[in-house]
């Protein structure tokens, strides 16, 4: 499904040129279940920009479904991004205006999506992220841990294929945490593919196929026992 | 140095009233160390708010040194912020056209110290924090932790007396936290009184006194072994 090739990211800032990405080489199938650890700085979050088309390589190939995505023009890549890429940020990015159920159902309304079909799957999802009681909160009423699970409502209501979560439990207690991670596992279960940014060993050790990052590039790739 | 009396804040949204806290009653000497842990919502950053002049009880006295703060005006408040009070918010509110430098060394500019003063301060900051090669970025060029390590960097800087960490290490690696959880202790050994908040159990475990907070009030409050 996804492809890698030699993937590089480059940021110039002054005269210092930082390798976030450095010759980068990974493969992803359908329905795999990845965590991804490494130091602070290490390229994480860039990787998985890089995966969820909001950033495009400085050299290298990030082949989608057989797809050149460099090939790609911009309305392409927001319709991909749209469609079928759910992505959980590291600073959350909710809408300021919009309270947590008008957020987590933005991707819906955006879709065309009728009221009548919106309402009872944002209901399921607030109910299961434990954001009943504060669906008509606005970001900056929310704790830092509800924001959060704000972002992953978001990022999962249209079951996109490729759901990218970047540290999704890093401001959740353990109990909140093991809620999110078994839901994402769940939408695992069905199907999508799942790659989980974290500095939780915990977390970590959940998945499948483990990767660890140092500078800019996979120093680990190995396969668990996880079931 | 601190005392909290039957504390209670209130936020009214729509025609919800969210107990945030909930009648807490807190005692603190100066240079204790306390972690404080508990769910999602339980009011913990809403307490750090409290302790940290951010916010003010809806109900209930807050003493500092002796002093109530509900009859202090404004620029006694910000006053005692500025010169006494160092804050690590746990969404950072860095401020976004300074870099890493700047941002740490912003409290020292506010307070009239001479560059040449502030030069060295913020140079060994800087190093403490393995930030040396990023000082030069702003906020948006910095990952995760990065932008958590300078506001960790700004909230020391000028060693206020009282430290306030809203959850410091949640976007670190395990290293990264230990270091910048052992630069705090040393705060703390210095004198600082120190509280930290945190999801993380082997952080919470290392202060010599720990909290644990529900729905808004303290439900257990224990000396540790911790030297
Ligand atoms: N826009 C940018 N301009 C310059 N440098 C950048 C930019 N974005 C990221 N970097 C640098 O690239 C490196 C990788 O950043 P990235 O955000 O991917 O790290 P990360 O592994 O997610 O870290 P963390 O665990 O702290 O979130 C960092 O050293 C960072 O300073
Ligand atoms: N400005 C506000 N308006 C309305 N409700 C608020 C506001 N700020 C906080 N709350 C509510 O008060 C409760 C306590 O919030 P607080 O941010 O203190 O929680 P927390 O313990 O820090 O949680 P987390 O671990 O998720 O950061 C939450 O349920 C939150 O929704
Ligand atoms: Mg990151
Ligand atoms: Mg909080």
Redesign the interface.
């Known amino acids: 499904m996804i492809q890698l090739r030699q993937l590089c990211r480059d940021?110039l800032?002054?005269d210092?040129t930082v390798h976030a990405l450095d010759h980068l080489d990974l493969s992803i199938d359908k329905g795999e279940y990845l965590s991804v650890?490494?130091?602070?700085?290490s390229g994480k979050?860039t990787l998985l920009n890089m995966l969820g088309l909001l950033d495009k390589p400085s050299a290298g190939e990030y082949l989608l479904n057989g797809t050149a995505t460099s090939g790609l023009k911009e309305e392409q890549r927001a319709s991909l991004r749209g469609g079928h890429i759910g992505f959980v940020f590291?600073?959350y990015h909710l809408i300021p205006r919009l309270n947590a159920r008008e957020n987590i159902e933005l991707p819906l309304v955006l879709a065309g999506i009728a009221p009548k079909l919106r309402q009872p799957r944002v209901a399921e999802l607030l109910a299961r992220l434990d954001l009943i009681?504060?669906a008509?909160?606005i970001p900056n009423?929310l704790?830092?841990?509800?924001r959060?699970?704000v972002a992953i409502g978001r990022a999962i209501v249209m079951e996109p294929d490729l759901l990218l979560a970047?540290?999704p439990t890093?401001?959740?207690?353990?109990?909140?945490?093991l809620e999110v991670i078994t839901l994402l596992e769940e939408l695992n279960a069905g199907g999508i593919t799942l790659l989980v940014v974290t500095?939780d060993?915990n977390v970590g050790a959940r998945a499948r196929r483990r990767l660890h990052m140092i500078d800019g590039a996979i120093s680990r790739d190995w396969q668990t026992d996880s079931a």
């Open positions: 940021f800032v002054g210092q650890m490494g130091p602070s700085g979050s590291q600073s009681d504060r008509e909160h009423q704790s830092g841990g509800q959060q699970r970047d540290e890093g401001n959740l207690d353990s109990k909140s945490g500095h060993e």
